[in-house]
């Protein structure tokens, strides 16, 4: 978000714990931080965003919640819009769990494609776990 705030005159931030939103407003007051229950009903127009980028969020989605949470993204989309997502799609995480509890799934670049249909996938990159993560 503090990257995205160097390009880009009004940077929005989503978030559903509201802790990390309290702290983050102190910390950067120029980022208009919300704190909202569902990422998949954020309260903005349609065609909003030049860039909506997630930051491993979806890969803490259920199965159950995600399609809705990206069809929200593409909904905030602008037609000559970007979709940056930087998520796990290792199958190393596949934890289970029910919706609203936490866990991680890593999803293959392929399963975001398929679901994101509307949308051209331009390139992939890999991303290396930490140096700390057990792997």
Do not use: W
Request: hydrophobic fraction near 35%; charge should be negative.
């Amino acid at each position: 978000t503090m990257v995205l705030s160097e390009f880009y005159k009004h940077t929005y931030a989503f978030e559903r714990e509201e802790a990390l939103v309290n702290i983050a407003l102190k910390l950067l007051p120029q980022i208009k931080f919300e704190n909202v229950y569902s990422l998949n009903k954020i309260p903005l127009e349609d065609k909003f965003f030049d860039l909506i980028m997630t930051f491993t969020c979806l890969q803490h989605h259920h199965d159950d919640e995600l399609q809705a949470t990206l069809n929200e993204a593409v909904r905030l989309l602008k037609p000559a819009g970007y979709l940056l997502l930087c998520e796990e799609t290792s199958d190393y995480f596949s934890d289970s769990f029910n919706v609203g509890e936490f866990g991680t799934i890593g999803r293959p670049v392929n399963n975001y494609h398929r679901r994101l249909d509307s949308l051209d996938l331009i390139a992939t990159s890999p991303r290396p776990p930490e140096p700390s993560c057990n792997r």
